[in-house]
């Protein structure tokens, strides 16, 4: 596990489909992005700056609770934002996808004990590049273990450039999100990739990954969780009828290195800050 991008890191994404960079994060950058993502539950996602408490009453443990993972927290968080252009995260993505880089999407994993994983998955069935240069980049903010679910990879499962089907799943070890089947591994050709916290896991959008449920007794796996990809590919993504046109380009996007060759076309505010459902209360599909 490598504290710098070197060729090993580049040779072990390009391999495996990823690669994991020691100490992205300082401890004290962690902790300031676990105090930031109490702040945001405890705003009920509320955008405003202003201090909010959505949860009067509660806990902090019992706020926390309540959320397992809050989508583009980059919309409504400058310390989001800041995660987002790392300089050592942005160092790595320059090497694994080129000089032009941007990003689309952020995730605010809180996990809390008996919270569930997400079942096997590849994300450019989710979110689809046109040079599938889709590249997750999964920040610890608690150590990360097989015990509070930690992500499991199949390795070289990105080779082939292929995305399997997917169908919806009712395991109770994971949350509402669909599954992906038919693809030529077992759950043994599985491995665990437990990383202190402030480690950044670098993986290939084509990557089978998933995590199990935090089956600890107490605390949280939370993780930040940012995706990027080349900004020379256009990103037909969550158009507003919901379907596939390759020459949409989904533009509420970061540059976070370089050039975009589609500046021309301006950026649009379309990502809403929402919260994932964990069947808890049933799935709303
Ligand atoms: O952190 C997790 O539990 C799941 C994250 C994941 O699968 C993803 O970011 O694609």
Redesign the pocket.
């Known amino acids: 596990m490598p504290d710098s991008i070197d060729e090993d890191f580049v040779a072990q994404y390009v391999r495996d489909g990823f690669a994991v960079l020691r100490g992205a994060l300082t401890r004290a950058e962690v902790a300031e992005v676990n105090s930031e993502a109490l702040r945001i539950c405890r705003a009920g996602l509320n955008p405003s700056d202003e201090a909010t408490d959505a949860h009067p009453g509660q806990s902090d443990a019992d706020v926390l609770r309540q959320y397992l993972c809050i989508h583009h927290p980059h919309k409504i968080s400058e310390v989001a934002r800041q995660i987002m252009r790392h300089p050592r995260i942005v160092d790595g993505l320059t090497r694994v996808i080129g000089p032009n880089v941007k990003a689309m999407q952020s995730?605010l994993?809180i996990?809390s004990e008996g919270k569930p994983?997400?079942a096997w998955?590849q994300?450019e069935h989710f979110i689809p590049t046109r040079d599938r240069s889709l590249a997750?980049v999964?920040i610890a903010l608690d150590d990360a273990t097989t015990e509070n679910?930690c992500?499991w990879v199949l390795p070289g499962s990105h080779a082939r450039g292929v995305l399997y089907p997917d169908r919806e799943q009712t395991d109770e070890r994971f949350d509402c999100t669909d599954e992906a089947f038919g693809f030529p591994y077992t759950d043994d050709d599985a491995v665990p990739v437990e990383v202190p916290a402030g480690a950044a896991l670098f993986f290939n959008g084509y990557l089978l990954?998933r995590?199990l449920e935090n089956s600890g007794k107490h605390g949280y796996r939370r993780?930040l969780?940012n995706h990027y990809m080349s900004a020379e590919s256009l990103l037909p993504w969550q158009n507003s009828e919901g379907r596939y046109f390759a020459e949409y380009d989904f533009r509420d996007i970061v540059m976070v290195a370089g050039e975009d060759p589609y500046a021309y076309k301006g950026l649009r505010d379309l990502s809403v800050p929402g919260s994932r459902a964990d069947k808890s209360g049933g799935c709303d599909r």
């Open positions: 995730m994993f996990k994983g997400q998955h994300d997750g999964w679910g992500l990954h995590s993780a969780v």
